[in-house]
Every structure is written in structure tokens, then in C-alpha cells.
């Protein structure tokens, strides 16, 4: 019998199977009959999983290419059920909203709609971990449409159909940055809606300062491709502002702000120098990324002093 729902996770580092498996394990006792969950690894990666028996359907496959998009995409195509839940390894159902609720809510939806929900930070925080946490929560409320119900979700809480995965898969070429926004925006381009769902997952992350950083960079990167190509369907406006009394949080909201605008800085700067290069190139690995624009001369300085690690971070 298949499924009724596929539980997709993508496994790109020994710390992010240490965190999938573990959830496996400590839930394998709850998980429900027609639950699959697919795990997908990085070929360097031990896929310490096959040697697991965990009493629940689990299967694993190798993405022999990097990053997270090509990782989703084998796991829609390998998926049995007809919706896939996609997941980070970091992320996992709270006890509020568990697979046997999100079982429950499947046939009230409609497959022609992309799903998300909120997360939930678990686990002991930091000023940083904290800001990540307040930064994704606003930029999910923010994405209410009165045409297009929701613009904005999280990549690590998404429901999607096998219908729509069928005709609408993830950029391959995007390696990390924004993968689940250009997903979104193309889909709602096509006249397609999404819908939010209250169906928190539970999100443990132990950011640091220059971990936060690399995200923003990457985010406002992909973000300003969007913007230039029209697939945003509403303006984007600065909105980030001081939001708690934590000097240490704040510090780190206005140093993602700060990035983020570099980011999409310097998209412009390069798609308009090399653009049909810069397209065929656009999205590569980060370490290469950020190498390539310390190295230039506009922009090297600034994200010195924002982005690489230093005594303060």
C-alpha cells in the first residue's frame, strides 16, 4: 500500500544527519503506518541510515550534486504519496501539530495549492538563533496577498502535491539562498496561489554571527534576481526595525539587514557587468561565491568588515 503522505529530507553535512537521525530515532515509536520518509545525501556524507532499523518506512537515495533544490527534486521524484512534506534536516512537527494531524488535514486541501507553516525554535537559544528566529517569522506574516494568498513561506515546512511536483519542480541551479522563494514565485508567476497552514515544526539551529551573515548574503542574492525578473508580485519595502530589548538581537537583525542588502547589491553589480556569463554561472557553491566578491574591488572592503569572522562575531 503507498502512502499517504512523503516526508522529504535533505542530508548535506554530518551534522544535519546527526539531527535527522535523531528525530527519526526518538520518533520512529509515533510515526504513523502510511508515513514515508525519504532521506536524500550528499555523496560525501556516510549514509549512516542504511544501517539503521527504525521500524518505519525510510528510504534513502544519493544526490550526487550539491545543493538542496536538486536534493528536493530527487525526493518529489522518488516520492510514493501523493503530497510531499518537505522538511530540513533541522526541523520536525511539534507535539501541537504531529504527522498524524497533518495526515488528517490532507484531504481538506487543495492539490493545486502550495502549503506552508510557521517555525518554532527548540532547543537552548542565542541572541543570534533568536533574530534568525524573529527575521523568518516576519517574513512569513508579511506574505499575506489579497490575490495570491500567500507570497512568502519557510523551505523547511512546505506541503506540496505530487500534481503540482509533477509540472513545477525546484531551480536546479540553485545551489543554497532563497531556494523555496524562487520556487514560490515562480509558481504563483504561472497564476497559481499558496495557502499558510498552522502547522509549526519545531526548529533547532545554534547559529553563529557569521553563519547568520552567510544566509543574508545568499538570501539577498537570490532575492534581488527575483525582484529584477518581475517574479515578486509585491514591492519589496524595508521593514526590519528594532524589535527587542536585546541589544544582542538587534545587533544581529541589523547586521542580516545589512548583508541581505549587500546581497542584492551585488547581484546588480554583476548581472549587469558579465550578465550572460553571471546567468549561466548564477548560482554556485557559497565558499566560491563570497570568494569572488571579497575579491572585488566595490564590494571587498564592505564585506570584510560585515561578513568574515572576526572578535566581535
Not at 500500500?1 to 527519526?24: C, E, F, W, Y
Not at 507570497?151 to 531556494?179: C, Q, W, Y
Not at 509558481?187 to 553563519?211: C, E, N, R, S
Amino acid at each position: 500500500m503507498n502512502p499517504k503522505l512523503s516526508v522529504v529530507i535533505p542530508i548535506h553535512s554530518k551534522d544535519a544527519q546527526g539531527l535527522a537521525l535523531t528525530r527519526l530515532t526518538q520518533n520512529q515509536d509515533r510515526m504513523p503506518s502510511s508515513v514515508e520518509v525519504i532521506l536524500i545525501f550528499n555523496p560525501k556524507i556516510p549514509r549512516t541510515a542504511l544501517a539503521l532499523d527504525l521500524g518505519i518506512q525510510v528510504r534513502v537515495f544519493c544526490e550526487p550534486m550539491a545543493g538542496v533544490n536538486r536534493a528536493r527534486n530527487l525526493g518529489a521524484v522518488q516520492a510514493k504519496a501523493e503530497w510531499v512534506y518537505f522538511l530540513d534536516s533541522d526541523c520536525w512537527p511539534t507535539s501541537e501539530v504531529p504527522f498524524e494531524d497533518v495526515l488528517e488535514l490532507l484531504p481538506t486541501l487543495d492539490p493545486s495549492k502550495v502549503y506552508g507553516g510557521p517555525y518554532q525554535l527548540l532547543g537552548p537559544s542565542t541572541p543570534v538563533s533568536e533574530a534568525y528566529q524573529i527575521l523568518q517569522s516576519k517574513w512569513l506574516k508579511d506574505g499575506e496577498h489579497p490575490d495570491h494568498g500567500w507570497v512568502h513561506l519557510l523551505g523547511g515546512n512546505m506541503l506540496v502535491s505530487k500534481d503540482i511536483l509533477t509540472r513545477h519542480l525546484f531551480d536546479p541551479e540553485i545551489v543554497f539562498g532563497g531556494a523555496e522563494t524562487d520556487f514560490l514565485a515562480k509558481w504563483i508567476a504561472q497564476g497559481q496561489k499558496a495557502a499558510y497552514l498552522h502547522m509549526p515544526v519545531d526548529h533547532f539551529h545554534q547559529l553563529t554571527l557569521w553563519q547568520l551573515k552567510h544566509k543574508a548574503f545568499l538570501q539577498g542574492f537570490g532575492f534581488e534576481r527575483l525582484v529584477q525578473r518581475g517574479l515578486l508580485v509585491r514591492k519589496f519595502k524595508k521593514t526590519i526595525r528594532t524589535v527587542s530589548d536585546n541589544l544582542n538581537i538587534e545587533r544581529a537583525i541589523q547586521k542580516y539587514d545589512e548583508v541581505f542588502g549587500l546581497g542584492r547589491e551585488y547581484y546588480r553589480d554583476v548581472a549587469k557587468t558579465t550578465p550572460s556569463k553571471f546567468e549561466r554561472n548564477f548560482y554556485i557553491l557559497k565558499k566560491s561565491l563570497l570568494n569572488k566578491f571579497t575579491k572585488n574591488s566595490k564590494f571587498g572592503s564592505e564585506l570584510d568588515r560585515l561578513v568574515r569572522p572576526d572578535a566581535n562575531s
